[in-house]
Each structure stands twice: as structure tokens, then as C-alpha cells.
């Protein structure tokens, strides 16, 4: 394991039942990196991004074969408690879906189940919506009901809310498929931001988002991993045939 | 890769058949804007031999028509960029056109220059008759017909063949430049005449220098790999 390696995957399969839907993934996400999984829809990516923090664990009838290691440690160790795996991994969804709660709350309620104290909130609050660029339009409302916020906004909300858990990873799910453009460049450029304190893994279907914020791109067909390469590699020159026929719209 | 090798890339389709389309456009004009080129220079060169000032004239007036057409083309490629931000194979296909476009048009204006010194030439006696010229308008004639199949294959071994034919040009073009220095060491009369040839056989080297890096890009957009500012490869 490189030792700039936070998550490593090593032989992956994945089912549904009888349906396998990962062979046999071997890959390793570089911490402090923005890693970009694209594919066609069914191709396992949301599958694979989903295993990184035992999401699959809450459908019947799934099975994992083969190690995932969070910082050398095996999240589906028996002894694992997948709670402490999600703060450590956080995640962020297609559709934005802050709770019915005040803004303030949205933030401070994974925080006070993990028992954090009342006095540390409003600084928690604080930071993360910054953290988020969202504190300049909601400082004034906090109290106010998540659920009158913008799309775009409500987005970045469930980011900050994601990050007031301290993560180390934030797993992002088609965030921006949802959104208007101006909301999708305002989380692009937060995704930015962001990698300087975290390890960034985003699954899209927006090929000119993941050239334009990814690091590294791994391309998945039919479950299995088929080009994992710099990002600037994978849209100028990649090396799998299939690669290029996918991400140049020769597919089908 | 497959045998033919780069645009055979794309033998399949795009899902955009729209897309598909533009892109053949651009290869289409690319190849008549080619042939257009080099019927310049073989023009150009005609009319300094046969001593002819019409033909000579007619090169300097259908410049125009490939000044319009590499802008035509430049033109779609940039909406391409714009409209279809391409990527991967198309990416370097675009960007590989748009550089041979502009290779194309300076060879066109080059054949011009040709033209305005046979023009001048064409009002003085003959200093000598012309032997390496010719040659080398032929060599530099096919070195911009390959460059330019090589780009409709993606044929890199015959990319590799006009880099190392860009090399017998250099060659003819030192030894016209020192026969001419002979020239007009023994006689300062033909000074004048004698530059006017070496500039004609200066521009044929430079259309070499051009169809050279058509070849490159043509390297680039199969490999991936700039070559640009390599040394020729051995023969």
C-alpha cells in the first residue's frame, strides 16, 4: 500500500442475490485526490462507491467478497462498526436531502449523537458551513427551515452537514445531476476546495465534470474496472479501447 | 490498434451520427484544401519553368480560395471544441486538424512566394537551366500528399517517411544554395537572379518543414506522443 493510499480495495466482487455486479476490483484511492468513477449506468460505479462505506450493508440479500482497507484496516472486518465507518466516510447523494429540520440543525445533528458538547456547536456550524461556502448567504438564517433553501444550496448544506462529522473521505454520488449550472460550478469549485482536507471520491455521469475536477478517473463497464489512469490521461490519450469508445460517445 | 491504425480508430460509429458528420467535413476539406496546395506549388513551379506569367499570376489569385477554406475549417473545429467538447481520439483529431490547416495555408502562401519570384524571374534571361528545383518541388509535392494520407490512415510509418524526406530536401536546398554562391562569385550579374532562385528554394524547403509537422501531428494524434521537436528518425 503507497503510503499516500487511504482506501484500498483488494479483489473485489460484489452481489445482489445471485447478480454479480463488481469482478474481481483492485484499486487504490490516493488520499488528498479527487478520484472521478464514470461508466454507464448499471456499470457497478455507484455499486463500488456505496461498498466504501457499508451503504449496501442496508440491502437484503447483498455479499461482499474480498478486503476494502480504510487506512490498512478492513471495514468489513466482523469487529467493525459500520456508525464509526460513515462518520470517517461521509456521503453526499444525487438529490439533495437535508432533513426537515432548521438549518442550524441540519448541521448539529450527527454532531450531538456523537456527543458533542453544546458549547462546540455553533463554531461547528460555523466552520462547516464555511467550509461549504454557504455561511455568507445563511448566517442570518439559520433558524430558518433547510427546506426553503435553493437546490443549489441544499446541496451544499448536506456537504456541510457531511463535514461537521470530521470526515476523512466524502463520498459524493452524482452531486450535481439535480442542479442548475451555476450550482454545479459553485460545488465544482467547492470539490476543489475541499481535497485539501479530504479524500474526494465522486461518482458522475457528467464526463466534462469528472476532466474538470478529477485527479485520477477509473472507467467501469459490466462491474469490472476496466482503465484506471490520470485523469488528464484518461481524456486525452487512455490506453483501453473500450475507454475511448465510452468517454467519446462511440458506445452501444 | 487495428492495421490502419489511427482515424480507423473511429471506424465506430459516434452515438451522435450529427457529430460523425462534422467530423468527416472537417476530413473532407482538409483533403481538398491538400490538393489545392499542391496544385499551387506544381503551378507555381511550372510557371517558373515554362517561363510562364499567367500561370504564375492565376497561383497569386487562387491563394485566396485556400485562405477561405482553412478559415472555413478552423472555423468548424473550433465549434466543435465549443459545442461537442470533444475527447480521447477526437480531441487529438480536432486539434491535429486545426495545426494541419494552418501548415496547409502557409504552404499556400509559400507557393505565392514562389510565384511572385518566377513573375520576376520570368523578365531576365535564364541564368541556368533548372535541374535540382524540380526535384525538389517533386519530393516536396509527395512529402505533402503522405503527410496528408498518413492523416486519412493514421499510417505512422508513412509519417515516418516524410520526416526522412524532409531530410533529402534540406540536402538539395544546400547544394542549390552553394551552386548559386558559385554563380555569383564568377559573374555579378547573376546576383540578382541567383537569389531570387535560392528563395524559391528556400520556400520549397520551408513547405518541407511544413509537411513535416503535418506528419507530427499526425504522430500526435495516433500515439498520443509529441514529437515535434525530435530529431528525424533513422532511415
Not at chain 1, 117 to 130: C, I
Not at chain 2, 101 to 111: K, N, Q, S, V
Not at chain 2, 209 to 228: F, L, N, P, Q, S
Amino acid at each position: 500500500m503507497a503510503a499516500n493510499d487511504i482506501i484500498r480495495i483488494h479483489r473485489v466482487n460484489f452481489y445482489y442475490g445471485a447478480v454479480r455486479a463488481l469482478t474481481d476490483i483492485s484499486m487504490q484511492f490516493e488520499k488528498n485526490k479527487v478520484t472521478a468513477l464514470i461508466g454507464p449506468s448499471g456499470c457497478g460505479k455507484s455499486t463500488l462507491l456505496r461498498l466504501l462505506n457499508r451503504m449496501n450493508d442496508l440491502i437484503d440479500g447483498t455479499r461482499v467478497e474480498g478486503e476494502i482497507l480504510f487506512e490498512g484496516r478492513n471495514i468489513y472486518a466482523p469487529q467493525v462498526d459500520p456508525v464509526e465507518i460513515r462518520r470517517k466516510i461521509g456521503m453526499v447523494f444525487q438529490k439533495p436531502n437535508p432533513f426537515p429540520k432548521t438549518i442550524y440543525n441540519n448541521i448539529t445533528y450527527g454532531p450531538r449523537l456523537n456527543g458533542v458538547s453544546a458549547a462546540d456547536l455553533p463554531g461547528l456550524v460555523e466552520q462547516s458551513l464555511r467550509q461549504a461556502v454557504l455561511w455568507d448567504e445563511v448566517k442570518d438564517i439559520l433558524d430558518k427551515s433547510a427546506m426553503n433553501l435553493s437546490g443549489g444550496q441544499q446541496q451544499r448544506l448536506c456537504i456541510a452537514r457531511a463535514l461537521a462529522m470530521k470526515p476523512d473521505v466524502l463520498l459524493m454520488d452524482e452531486p450535481t445531476s439535480a442542479l442548475d449550472p451555476i450550482s454545479t460550478a459553485k460545488i465544482e469549485e467547492l470539490v476543489e476546495e475541499l481535497k485539501r482536507h479530504y479524500t474526494i471520491i465522486i461518482v458522475t455521469h457528467n464526463m466534462q465534470q469528472a476532466a474538470r475536477i478529477s485527479d485520477q478517473t477509473a472507467f467501469f463497464y459490466l462491474g469490472n474496472l476496466i482503465e484506471y489512469n490520470k485523469t488528464e490521461k484518461i481524456f486525452t490519450k487512455p490506453d483501453v479501447k473500450q475507454t475511448e469508445d465510452y468517454i467519446t460517445g462511440r458506445f452501444g | 490498434m487495428t492495421a490502419e491504425g489511427g482515424l480507423a480508430m473511429q471506424e465506430k460509429h459516434h452515438t451522435s451520427l450529427h457529430f460523425e458528420k462534422e467530423l468527416q467535413e472537417i476530413k473532407d476539406g482538409l483533403i481538398y484544401l491538400g490538393v489545392l496546395t499542391e496544385k499551387a506549388i506544381q503551378q507555381a513551379m511550372t510557371s517558373l519553368e515554362a517561363r510562364n506569367a499567367e500561370l504564375a499570376r492565376q497561383v497569386i489569385r487562387e491563394d485566396d480560395a485556400i485562405d477561405r477554406l482553412d478559415s472555413e475549417i478552423e472555423e468548424r473545429c473550433i465549434k466543435i471544441l465549443a459545442l461537442r467538447q470533444p475527447t480521447a481520439i477526437d480531441l487529438r483529431f480536432i486539434t491535429t486538424a486545426i495545426k494541419i490547416t494552418g501548415h496547409l495555408e502557409r504552404i499556400g502562401d509559400m507557393a505565392v512566394n514562389i510565384a511572385e519570384k518566377a513573375l520576376q524571374l520570368i523578365e531576365e534571361p535564364q541564368l541556368k537551366p533548372y535541374i535540382d528545383l524540380p526535384r525538389m518541388a517533386q519530393l516536396v509535392g509527395d512529402m505533402i500528399r503522405n503527410s496528408l494520407d498518413s492523416f486519412i490512415r493514421g499510417d505512422l510509418k508513412l509519417a515516418d517517411q516524410v520526416r526522412r524526406t524532409e531530410q533529402a530536401v534540406d540536402d538539395l536546398n544546400e547544394q542549390i544554395f552553394r551552386e548559386l554562391l558559385t554563380f555569383m562569385m564568377e559573374d555579378s550579374k547573376s546576383i540578382h537572379r541567383s537569389l531570387m532562385i535560392m528563395q524559391v528554394s528556400k520556400n520549397l524547403e520551408r513547405i518541407a518543414d511544413h509537411a513535416k509537422g503535418i506528419a507530427d501531428m499526425v504522430t500526435y494524434m495516433v500515439t498520443g506522443e509529441c514529437v515535434r521537436h525530435r530529431t528525424c528518425p533513422a532511415p
